[in-house]
């Protein structure tokens, strides 16, 4: 596993009560003093199902369990935290614009948003397409709430390539098993990721400035980001 070192300047601008996205096995190596609540689409024994090859004691103990996509984040208030975390979230979302809008939402002005995700050029979506800006924006303008399995066919076409010889009935139950998964919906690479940050920020009326940001060729794995809301 690539380390993770270079996150470490960016945990460490956060304070106060702040919540995290997502983490699944992997919390985020947050500061001492900091407080944070975790959400997540699955408690810890859906996770634990459907995520055999994890260690059930390494999962997170959810505090608050909603889908990004049907409004999860609308339990909480404008400015609710002093700071949101999200790695390796918006890949596997199928509104990645309406997931960001509510991000900023919950996050108080002056807060930190954290965004983190694979860039394909350094993980197993290395032969997909990326998903351009245009896909995404009629996504958010249409509110689809559900990646269509086209998603998820070229995620098993890049990711597990093998089941494509099996008999093709058996493709709808990988399709399957990838939408209960919620493997990646959305491909970017870390320029084209922050281009489709900055594109969500002036279609949404979103002011916020970059405090730290580390893209895969420098960390080989992500682009990860933390913004200020100003």
């Known amino acids: 596993m690539v380390p993770l070192t270079h996150r470490s300047s960016g945990y460490a601008l956060v304070s106060g009560n702040g919540l995290e996205i997502g983490a699944l096995h992997e919390p985020a190596d947050l500061p001492k003093g900091v407080r944070v609540q975790y959400f997540d689409a699955v408690n810890e024994a859906q996770a634990a199902a459907l995520f055999p090859e994890i260690p059930r004691e390494r999962l997170v103990k959810v505090d608050h369990v909603g889908?990004?996509?049907?409004?999860?984040?609308?339990?909480?208030?404008?400015?609710?935290?002093?700071?949101?975390?999200?790695?390796?979230?918006?890949?596997?979302?199928?509104?990645?614009?309406?997931?960001?809008?509510?991000?900023?939402?919950?996050?108080?002005?002056?807060?930190?948003?954290?965004?983190?995700?694979?860039?394909?050029?350094?993980?197993?979506?290395r032969g997909r397409q990326l998903t351009p800006w245009a896909h995404l924006w009629s996504d958010y303008v249409g509110d689809v709430r559900e990646s269509s399995d086209d998603h998820y066919e070229s995620f098993l076409r890049s990711a597990a390539p093998h089941v494509f010889s099996e008999p093709p009935e058996n493709l709808k139950i990988h399709i399957q098993l990838s939408r209960n998964r919620r493997e990646h919906a959305h491909v970017w690479t870390s320029e084209t990721f922050e281009e489709f940050?900055?594109?969500?920020?002036?279609?949404?009326?979103?002011?916020?400035?970059?405090?730290?940001?580390?893209?895969?060729?420098?960390?080989?794995?992500?682009?990860?980001?933390?913004?200020?809301?100003?």
Do not use: M
């Open 197 to 230: 940050l900055r594109a969500c920020f002036k279609n949404l009326g979103i002011d916020a400035s970059c405090r730290f940001q580390s893209a895969a060729s420098q960390n080989q794995i992500e682009y990860f980001g933390v913004w200020q809301k100003r």
């Open 67 to 125: 889908d990004l996509d049907h409004g999860g984040l609308g339990r909480f208030r404008d400015g609710a935290f002093d700071f949101v975390v999200a790695n390796h979230v918006l890949e596997h979302v199928a509104n990645p614009v309406k997931a960001v809008r509510e991000i900023f939402r919950i996050c108080r002005t002056g807060g930190i948003v954290i965004l983190a995700i694979p860039d394909k050029d350094y993980t197993f979506d």
